[in-house]
């Protein structure tokens, strides 16, 4: 490395000293520098440059590394469960491309819950505090999640979410194989265009009982403001639901106009249905528009195609349902926010249809960034004080992907308070079992809310996708 002049200096050659040996001066032939010029000043042993620590943006480093977590397939022995010849063939194509790690979860298997099995070992990996890397004994930073929820639970995903750069694909087979093949050619000709981000944003209310305009003003509207200062955006195209109708017709007409490389939406998700809970999943999640009409999946792609964008939506259930529901009991009995969750998990654990939709069209989404479950208005701000606590979401938005970061990382900021919020949690229910019972139980409620809903954002699509450079 030079100096900002340019200037490299060179020590070999002759070197004299002032001083006499024998009556003539001191002198030898230097070849270069060597380890004495990376000790202290004091000398002491030698210093070791260790290497610099990877770049969490190369999945390809094998300190890093890349994986897939599949089924355990019943019948196979451990030498079939350690490749991934029984998945389907796109992803059996990709795993071999990318030489990526085959792990598997056991379901059913006690005491096995919480860990990911390497047949090649064998070993039992743990999902939240294995070391990182492609080596025995590791667990690759990114996960590519192969399956359906009800398989491969969505909890899974939710605790890797702390730890790895995590995504979940569960596509049907010709969806899987155009995703899979524009992820390995990397989105060729795509149309998506950085310069031209859409954000559609529904407004309801006045932020005192209708969510949307909370979101509105907590999510859309930063992401607006960091957008329109950023010298690369041409021109933001906001659809603002406080001054317009946000309607699902304005969405698709501003999709096909612009080609967005950046998407994203906010306001209610679709979980209100009557009968058979088979016949509402093509709804689930869908987003509402200011009209309270369901976005069209068919309309939406008959004249714009997803091609290389990447999509947020901020609503309930946009990227699924679980039938195992993180809120089991918040609520009492009969309680109108209570039988709407009752309602979603009776649907059981599915992925919703938009991303399907989109992950597996002709010229394919490269993620989708959904939620399961619903989001409170007590997890967009603070209380007490009103603060908005959507800063680290608008982050990995704008500073993480609009920064070419893959996926997977740049929501990395958004996961990390997760940690935290167990522990006030921990620290109100040590206070509660000290006798501050009100106080502690209603604090201990509120930061465990606020950790299962950050968990409960996930990203569908492989966790290496990212923008490419403007």
């Not at 750069?165 to 000709?189: K, Q, T």
């Not at 690369?232 to 969405?251: K, N």
């Not at 195609?305 to 946009?318: F, K, N």
Request: proline share 9%; net charge negative.
């Amino acid at each position: 490395m030079t100096d900002p002049d340019g200037f490299v200096p060179d020590f070999a050659g002759t070197v004299w000293i002032d001083t006499l040996r024998g009556g003539g001066p001191v002198t030898t032939e230097f070849s270069g520098p060597g380890p004495w010029s990376l000790r202290g000043a004091g000398g002491g042993p030698d210093t070791i440059l260790r290497p610099a620590p990877p770049d969490d943006r190369n999945w390809k480093d094998p300190r890093v590394g890349w994986g897939v977590i599949l089924p355990e397939t019943a019948g196979l022995d451990a030498a079939a469960l350690a490749t991934a010849d029984d998945a389907p063939e796109p992803i059996k194509a990709l795993v071999a491309d990318r030489g990526g790690k085959v792990l598997r979860y056991r379901s059913g298997v006690p005491n096995r819950r919480w860990t990911v099995r390497n047949w090649s070992r064998p070993e039992d990996l743990t999902l939240a505090t294995s070391p990182r890397g492609m080596g025995d004994g590791e667990l690759p930073g990114y996960l590519l999640i192969v399956g359906d929820p009800e398989t491969i639970p969505w909890e899974v995903q939710f605790v890797l979410n702390s730890s790895r750069f995590v995504g979940r694909l569960d596509l049907p087979p010709d969806g899987l194989a155009r995703y899979v093949e524009a992820l390995m050619h990397c989105w060729p000709g795509s149309a998506a265009d950085y310069r031209s981000p859409v954000l559609w944003s529904v407004d309801n209310g006045d932020g005192t009982s209708d969510i949307t305009t909370l979101m509105r003003r907590t999510v859309a509207e930063p992401l607006r403001a960091a957008l329109t200062a950023d010298p690369d955006i041409t021109e933001v195209s906001y659809l603002d639901g406080s001054t317009q109708a946000a309607t699902g017709a304005a969405l698709i007409g501003a999709l096909e106009q612009r080609r967005p490389a950046l998407i994203l939406t906010t306001g209610h998700g679709q979980t209100e249905y009557h009968g058979d809970p088979a016949a509402f999943l093509p709804r689930l999640g869908l987003p509402i528009d200011g009209d309270g009409k369901e976005l069209d999946i068919s309309d939406l792609l008959h004249t714009w195609a997803p091609d290389g964008a990447i999509w947020m939506a901020q609503a309930c259930c946009s990227a699924g349902s679980n039938g195992r529901s993180s809120y089991d009991g918040l609520f009492p009995a009969g309680d109108p926010v209570g039988v709407a969750l009752q309602e979603v998990a009776a649907l059981g654990s599915h992925v919703a249809p938009l991303p399907t939709a989109l992950l597996g069209a002709a010229k394919p989404l490269r993620a989708f960034i959904g939620r399961v479950e619903p989001t409170f208005n007590w997890t967009l701000q603070f209380p007490t004080s009103r603060q908005a606590l959507t800063a680290d979401l608008v982050a990995a938005l704008y500073t993480g992907l609009c920064d070419e970061a893959p996926v997977g990382l740049a929501f990395e900021s958004f996961f990390r308070p997760i940690g935290g919020l167990l522990q006030q949690q921990l620290r109100e229910r040590k206070a509660y079992n000290t006798g501050n019972f009100n106080v502690a139980q209603n604090w201990a409620q509120y930061y465990k809310i606020c950790a299962l809903d950050r968990a409960g954002l996930v990203v569908l699509g492989d966790p290496t996708v990212a923008f490419p450079a403007p």
